[in-house]
């Protein structure tokens, strides 16, 4: 049992602010009154419930995130298990890390509303329903990042709570690929092979469409295609018109 005096001289409202509690317990509390004269233990106050943690929310669960584009992500989370407050009072903040970072940095993201993305970046993004999502763009292409997502009661957003912060554990994912300026190769005068990098080297596309311009008249034939370390390979046979 913990007790905490108070000395009062005048009939008044008083609230208390005790630290040194855990969060998420459960407490009965009561009130009961003395001076130095005498203490009257039998004349307390009803026992009131009390669970502490309002405004400490656990941490957001299960994140990852997908790769859409060379220097955009998608990062999913579901809600934490316990919110401690009203799911329109808890906020979120996203760190990222790189290869070129030595420590996680807070990113702006896109906070996904009414069915759409908003145009604008921000440091803090809200979500009140599973599943929640945001888009984080402006990334390096080629990239390994890892993403971490904070909840955090609004209260406490201007202030930091480093060591309060109920952060989740990392979701990892790569950049795609920048399709790169096609380059010829092996240029011989019965064939050529193109070459360039693909968004999606692990998936082969079902259709190819070549455009070019012909110096002299003659057809070019698709003779093979292959995949070879991530980059695409086409040879083309130029055969000559009769």
Known sequence: MKISHILVFKIQLYKISINFYPTDNIYDV?????????????QISDFKTLKTGYGYPTSPQNPAAFALSPDTVLLYWKLP???????????YRITQQSSSLASPVSIGAKQFENGTFSAALSDIVSCIEDPCQAKIA???????????VAAIHFTRLQATFAEDDAISVEAVTRTMDIPGT???????????????NSLEPQNLPEKIDVQY??????????????L?????LLVISRTPSV
């Open 138 to 148: 402006n990334l390096r292409s080629s990239a390994d990042y890892k993403f971490w």
């Open 30 to 42: 009561y009130l009961s009154w003395f001076n130095r004269y005498y203490t009257y233990k039998d």
């Open 182 to 196: 096609l380059r010829l190769e092996n240029v011989t005068s019965e064939s050529i092979m193109l070459r360039w």
């Open 213 to 226: 311009r012909l110096n002299v008249l003659c057809f070019l034939i698709l003779r093979n295609y292959k």
């Open 228 to 232: 070879l370390h991530g980059v695409r």
């Open 81 to 91: 298990q316990s919110l401690n407050a009203p799911s329109k009072e808890i906020k």
